[in-house]
């Protein structure tokens, strides 16, 4: 098992191609058996995630071919309707695949999510949405099983979410492409993930409208055609590595990019002393950072609020920060689960409920610790960035699910970073 060992204190200087969207590219693909023949994907992040979703589609009987960043995913056949608990487990977000089999098969199954390290994670909404458009649900022993009636399809329906949940935006989505009539999502999430799902979609023969507002419309077609689409640049990667030269200091162009995505995140790189510079027609965000971050306040929320997903990245260049800061988390009941590892870098952070309240440090102090979910361990390494000594960080696996190779990237930037094997460092 390998862990990454960072030495900290180094200015980050030169640019960076950002990869395609992970949170764009999973529900593409389970799109992707919604249509009897081939879909084409480029800029697919090479990412554990994306290889579980690959694993997922093989196992319903489609073919995945991989040439480097492009996927070539055949779903002329499916051979099976079940989502084996061990996919489940390992991403959540397989649960989407449900409504997808549903408009394909008339019926799917699949384990129950459990909770995870960052909360609860419940799936009632998922299951509304499916049950709205004419699913027959059943849970059993941690599973659910859900079908259609004989004979009949999706239907066109009305759907109301009380919360703009992402997956469960996508799961009404996916399960109305195929389904009879229209659908009315209100309360839609409006994450740009979303619009390029409903950008992909209608590439491939659906009608979809309304993307980026709370009101999206879809009206059922019978079938879809072969397509190629394009998955833009990560966001959350982009913010990561903006928190990363905050950390670092110094400057950096992030290439491959929505700068629009990204209009919160970098309004605060702002305010806490940054220089942000961005071209929406290239797609850059140049960063450039020249002193110790000045103390935030951050809530994070529903886009186009702060997003859940750079809380933990932010908060680890805030720790080494020159006043004081505070962050409120609004999506998820559990997401601090970094904070001891920041303090055992001598952060000095009170987190209590959905509330951290931030003292900045500086240097942080080199130390061995573990990441603890896919986010919170990119954190680590930001943190790393701003830390005396030697941090070592364990488990890297999480951080694998979502990056690349964020050891390649950053020290492509000048940091003194690398991938260790765990043997060398006992
Ligand atoms: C997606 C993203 C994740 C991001 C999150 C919020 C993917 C693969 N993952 O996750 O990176 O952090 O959006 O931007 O795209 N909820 C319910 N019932 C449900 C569904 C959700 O109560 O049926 C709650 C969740 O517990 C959470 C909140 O709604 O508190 C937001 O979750 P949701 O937007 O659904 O996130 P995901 O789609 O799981």
């Known amino acids: 098992m390998s862990v990454i060992q960072v030495r900290g204190l180094t200015p980050l ?18 799109a992707a058996l919604l249509h009897k023949g081939i879909t084409v994907l480029t800029n697919v992040p090479v990412i554990r995630d994306v290889a579980c979703m690959e694993d997922i589609l093989e196992h319903l009987g489609c073919g995945c071919c991989r040439e480097g960043n492009c996927l070539i995913i055949d779903a002329r056949q499916l051979t099976d309707t079940h989502i084996p608990s061990e996919y489940v487990t390992a991403m959540r977000s397989s649960i989407v695949v449900l409504s997808v089999l549903l408009g394909r098969m008339g019926e799917g199954s699949s384990c129950y999510p459990g909770g995870c390290l960052i909360g ?22 941690g599973l659910i099983e859900a079908a259609l009636k004989d004979g009949e ?18 799961q009404a989505i996916l399960g109305s492409v195929l389904a009879k009539g229209v ?10 993930e979303i619009g390029q ?15 980026g507002t709370d009101h999206i419309v879809v009206q059922g077609v019978e079938e879809l055609h072969d397509s190629n689409f394009c998955v833009e640049g990560d966001r959350i990667v982009a913010g990561t590595y ?22 919160s995140p970098m309004e605060m790189l702002v ?17 450039t950072m020249e002193r110790r971050p000045l103390g935030l306040g951050i809530e994070t929320g529903p886009y186009p609020g702060f ?97 690349e190779d964020i050891c390649r990237d950053l020290a492509e930037l000048g940091a003194d970073i690398r991938w260790v094997n765990e043997a060398c460092t006992l």
């Open 13 to 30: 200087k030169g640019e960076i191609f950002i990869q395609g969207s992970k949170n764009a590219v999973l529900p593409m693909m389970a």
């Open 120 to 141: 609860a994670r419940p799936i009632d909404l998922h299951l509304m949405v499916l049950s709205k458009l004419g699913a027959r649900l059943k849970e059993k022993d």
């Open 153 to 170: 399809g999706l239907k066109g329906t009305e759907i109301f979410l009380p919360y703009p949940s992402v997956g469960a935006t996508e």
């Open 183 to 192: 659908t009315d999502i209100h309360g839609a999430a409006r994450e740009p």
């Open 197 to 211: 799902l409903c950008r992909f979609l209608n590439n491939m023969g659906a009608v979809v409208c309304g993307m």
């Open 242 to 263: 903006g928190a990363a030269v905050l950390a670092a200091q110094g400057t950096v162009t992030l290439k491959g990019v929505c700068p629009l995505d990204l209009k």
């Open 271 to 287: 305010r806490a002393g940054a220089y942000v510079r961005s071209r929406e027609a290239s797609r850059e965000i140049e960063v």
């Open 307 to 403: 997003p859940t997903d750079l809380q933990s990245p932010f908060m680890a260049f805030l720790a080494a920060g020159a006043g004081r800061s505070v962050i409120e988390e609004k999506v998820f009941e559990e997401r601090f689960g970094t904070v001891d590892s920041l303090k055992q870098m001598g952060a000095s952070i009170c987190a209590q409920g959905q509330c951290a309240v931030i003292e900045g440090v500086y240097p942080l102090k080199g130390a061995t610790v573990h990441a603890s979910d896919l986010r919170g361990g990119a954190a680590l390494t930001v943190a790393a960035l701003a830390a005396e000594g030697t941090t070592t960080i364990r488990d890297c696996h999480h951080i694998e699910r979502g990056y």
